[in-house]
């Protein structure tokens, strides 16, 4: 079921899945890992977003990359990239935590 959402400007293909039944409660474990492994995966392009800033920010300009001019073709491709990636993790932290909340909710539910 491929439903399309536009989201920040931002059109997406996937199909956020909502469990009706019920997910077993190792799924559930491992869903929390993948969160855990995508912030993580978060953070490392937050990373690389700083690096990106003090290469091309004046206030930095006193630091060892003096040297290093980038193109703006360069800082293009290099956004472009991160800015890929960034929203494919996005979005799949986003439909594991919309599965998560709907178990929660199914849960609540069931009274457990």
Do not use: W
């Not at 869903?31 to 937050?46: A, M, W």
């Not at 290469?55 to 193109?71: F, K, N, R």
């Not at 073709?73 to 909340?101: P, Q, S, W, Y």
């Amino acid at each position: 079921m491929a439903s399309k959402r536009i989201r920040s400007g931002v059109q997406s293909n996937r199909a956020v899945p909502t469990p009706t039944t019920g997910i077993p409660s190792d799924q559930c474990l491992l869903l929390s890992g993948k969160v855990c492994d995508l912030v993580t995966h978060l953070l490392f392009f937050l990373n690389a977003y700083i690096a990106v800033e003090r290469l091309i920010s004046p206030e930095y300009a006193d630091e060892a990359h003096v040297g290093v001019v980038p193109s703006r073709d360069e800082l293009g491709a290099l956004l472009n990239v991160l800015n890929t990636e960034l929203r494919r993790r996005f979005e799949a932290l986003a439909e594991i935590t919309t599965v998560l909340h709907a178990q929660a909710a199914i849960d609540a539910a069931q009274g457990r």
